[in-house]
């Protein structure tokens, strides 16, 4: 192993892993992203994670110089591991999800004999389901994120923009030891941080399936907060990601400014209620499908549908797995086929665009347990004046 | 044209990539990586950018609502695309060095009936000679970059990390217009906004081929500062991302603290030397390989070589193209076959990793003139103290 601390905790995701693999009939998986490297490595390098189907693992490992352990081989380029394997698969995954052709090209050759199969969603079925020490790690990260936000009402100065604000609480998240990064699965999405949205920005189409949009500072990035000044009878989003030791947690929070309009008071309220509705509801075995309807149901009763996930431009899901990257498995949306599991961790994101106010609505992390869902992200989730 | 305002450039471009095309006997490319999407339509969006040999343009796009423009279509799904096109390419180009392998399987149907080439390099080639705009726009970024630096001294307070030092600096350029996201080539890199390095953390391995690593504040991104206080004798170096507008620039300089190490300040003044010299040399028509050499002519007449660009673990290179993405064409190495041409940008970093000290040597952005490189980040190049 290379590294020792989470080494109890990297054997059982291998046992993990290699079961699933047995189960499907593959002999082995190659790793490739950074972001499944950290999840069977404990730790992101420029290389490979060879698991076999009895969990047996090599790391075979091209940069940094100096890593110790029995199980790491260093090569200069991935052709050396056909002949440090003493065994050929006969059927290896890939992650084909996240390969680029010209990779696979180049690894399909080193495993010429074998053939390749997909076992993409091999690792997003397990990473769904997090052990005792990721969800630890996970409360870490939300306690941090929370305490970051409880800075918010200091760092306020009126006549401030979005972005200024934004600046500020990015710098309260690193302050509070926020690593920075966002790990998205798929490389189109792009964002920094996250948003701070207000006003008519709120309801600006992004080019990304996030619930909310903002047109951003600039073409090339058009997500997010776009230099909007915050006025009062604005709302004002804070919805930025919390990722503190690798794993993340998201939370949103929302303020407002001056006098708060009613039907973004009600919206608000509203999302709230979901939640609560939901912390009882989400419990294992409970299609993920069913908590989006409940949130559908509870926002029709309320007359919100016209602003529900968005107003111009909406997103189909109101909640996703989260973890190493930020949209894991298992997924709310209306036609997701994901059960909830103990030991999912997922963010609930019931949200409101309400024209010329701003978006409003919260979003936190949850466990699913045998009782339901547990928050991890526990910030106070009324809408607060900023002054 | 979806945006007019560089409607002219983008059609210099896709004429540009209309004709390589062409001289390839390729008959259109679909553009799928967010980088080449900027750069084909001048914002980013979910879609494609759909271009033939005549260097016509189609941009199928899913997301967001509400562009418009007379080469427009909206589309849900990529199989879509087989119906609006009037005629089937022979052979197209995908961009085979990004794309996944997943979703290469799905566009490969859509495309049935076309053979499919890897229209990577084109792109590279062609985005390695910088428009008139583009420069442009490289100029203003390395303008705000600069002045950003100019507050570092500022910032600097006695006791400091180098994360919270990094941490002002990033506020910094933030408020300067810095949109956050460094855009890498391949998605295994990953950094966030850049390095700021001191003492033996200068000297940790990392797992990314970057002239200087750092041991990062965790394994999950173990790169760049890692919470070193900043102490009498350390070298400080500043190597943050200046991307403003989409276009980035490259700019790394070195403070110290107290009493500046003599090898620490020679091998300084030879990175200012060898930039010195490489902007003379650095003429159209002269191999990127030659530039590598000079530095690494000069660095062992200084009897530095064990410290040139790293020391436990060293990078293969003094410098590498610069545009939308941070590690473009050329590269400027040993073996690289890159030859200068007018209107390349590169970004020139002959850097010294000094045991215990710290890093040193400059990294500026330059233009690629008739008369040699203009450097177009202007922070002054020596090394300066902080107190």
Redesign the interface.
Known sequence: MI?SYVENDINIRLERIGAALASNGYDAILI???ANL?YTA?????GYTYICADGSVTYFV?????LAGDNVQYIRKPEQIADLLTQKPGKIA?E???????D??RLSKVFGESEIV?G?SILRKLRSVKTAYEIGKMKESGVKHDEAYRHIHRIYRDGMTD??LQ?EV??LL??E?S???FRIHG??M????GNVLCGDNAD??????FAM?GA???????VGGNGTPIKPGMTVMVDMCGN????MTDMTRVFYVGKLDEMAKKAHETSIAIHHRLVKEGKPGVPASRLYDIAMEMTIEAGLEDFFMGH??KAGYIGHGVG?EVNEAPVLAPRSRDILESGNVIALEPKYVIPHVGAVGIESTYVVTDNGLECITNYPEEIAELY
């Open positions: 590294q490739t992203s950074n950290y404990g730790r992101v390098f420029s091209k940069r940094p110089v100096g890939f084909l999800d996240s390969l680029t052709v010209n696979f090209a997909d993409s972005i200024e600046i990015e710098r690193r302050m030891g690593l920075g990064i490389e189109s792009e964002i920094f941080m600006s189409p992004s080019p990304y399936d949009g951003g500072l600039d073409a090339s990035l058009p503190f030791n690798g794993y111009k431009q190493i």
